[in-house]
């Protein structure tokens, strides 16, 4: 069979990409983006923070359907069990 056969192979054809180099590199920009005053225990604080702003002052409803996707386990449970907390 020639390289430019339009017949498809009767055998799978064992096919591989490694993306590891390419995976770092990338990895390297972002680290380069962040850049040295980058704080990552600073920036899971403010995370945090923001989760909680997000899930406070919450309406009945809006209760009701936080309680309700917690306990189905898409949501974590935030300080005593509700969202204002």
């Known amino acids: 069979m020639s390289p430019h ?6 055998e ?8 590891t180099g390419h995976e770092m ?4 920009h972002v680290m380069e983006a962040l850049g ?3 704080d990552p225990v600073e920036m899971l604080r403010r995370e945090e923070a923001a989760y909680d702003l997000l899930y406070s002052g919450l309406d009945e409803e809006q209760q009701r359907v ?4 917690v306990s189905a386990g898409v ?9 204002s907390a």
Do not use: E, I, N
Request: aromatic residues 8%.
């Open 66 to 69: 936080y309680d309700l996707l």
């Open 12 to 19: 799978p054809v064992d096919f591989a990409v490694d993306l």
């Open 5 to 10: 056969d339009p017949t498809p192979p009767s």
């Open 36 to 38: 040295p005053g980058w």
């Open 25 to 28: 590199v990338r990895r390297a």
């Open 75 to 83: 949501l974590p449970r935030r300080g005593d069990g509700r969202a």
